[in-house]
T-cell receptor
Framework: EAGVAQSPRYKIIEKRQSVAFWCNPISGHATLYWYQQILGQGPKLLIQFQNNGVVDDSQLPKDRFSAERLKGVDSTLKIQPAKLEDSAVYLC??????????FGQGTRLTVV | KQEVTQIPAALSVPEGENLVLNCSFTDSAIYNLQWFRQDPGKGLTSLLLIQSSQREQTSGRLNASLDKSSGRSTLYIAASQPGDSATYLCAVRSIHGGSQGNLIFGKGTKLSVKP
């Protein structure tokens, strides 16, 4: 069974630039999550999708972050404009009906 | 608001020791609890999932227990090996979201197993 795929693995951008991350969940997993993990911290939920609908985006900084999950499969997370404090690892995860969650390798973002 | 705490933050042990990692959560109304492993620069690898109705789960040298009423879980690693060195994260899924609830994480325990 293929795992959760994320790209790119690494990204370095200047502040105020924009960046986008892509995630392909495990086939058949209706639930998709985007988490932000700052160095030394546990992952924090940014947004959760159930199929192509948003379940929880209460911690998403909506003035600069956006996410979509067209057709209920792949998802993209965008930051525009980026700030220094957005430097973190962005993790995508998927699960089937609240069961075990599986994570991708993450995208390490550095904003300079 | 659910909060997850992991103690200790870091642990260093000699190879071969049995060890216990602790996880506590403030709201006992959970759907399930999951333990993960994270290697430096990598994503999270799922180790064990315990449903709220279960008391423990085992996989190889790993055993996770859950005491929902006291808001505690432990991850027991038997006969530790240098390859077990990683950060171990505990996450709970609140019952309020049911199967659609999100995972709330602790900050992790960084384990180092010395040869």
């Amino acid at each position: 069974e293929a795992g959760v795929a994320q790209s790119p693995r690494y990204k370095i951008i200047e502040k105020r630039q924009s960046v986008a991350f892509w995630c392909n969940p495990i086939s058949g997993h209706a639930t998709l999550y985007w988490y932000q993990q700052i160095l030394g911290q546990g992952p924090k939920l940014l947004i959760q999708f159930q199929n192509n609908g948003v379940v929880d985006d209460s911690q998403l900084p909506k003035d600069r972050f956006s996410a979509e999950r067209l057709k209920g499969v792949d998802s993209t997370l965008k930051i525009q404009p980026a700030k220094l404090e957005d430097s973190a690892v962005y993790l995508c995860a998927s699960s089937f009906q609240g069961s075990e969650a599986f994570f991708g390798q993450g995208t390490r973002l550095t904003v300079v | 608001k659910q909060e997850v705490t992991q103690i200790p933050a870091a642990l260093s042990v000699p190879e071969g020791e049995n060890l216990v990692l602790n996880c506590s959560f403030t709201d006992s109304a959970i759907y399930n609890l999951q333990w993960f492993r994270q290697d430096p620069g990598k994503g999270l690898t799922s180790l064990l999932l315990i449903q709220s109705s279960q008391r423990e789960q085992t996989s190889g040298r790993l055993n996770a227990s859950l005491d929902k009423s006291s808001g505690r879980s432990t991850l027991y690693i038997a006969a530790s090996q240098p390859g077990d060195s990683a950060t171990y994260l505990c996450a709970v899924r609140s019952i309020h979201g049911g199967s659609q609830g999100n995972l709330i994480f602790g900050k992790g325990t960084k384990l180092s197993v010395k040869p």
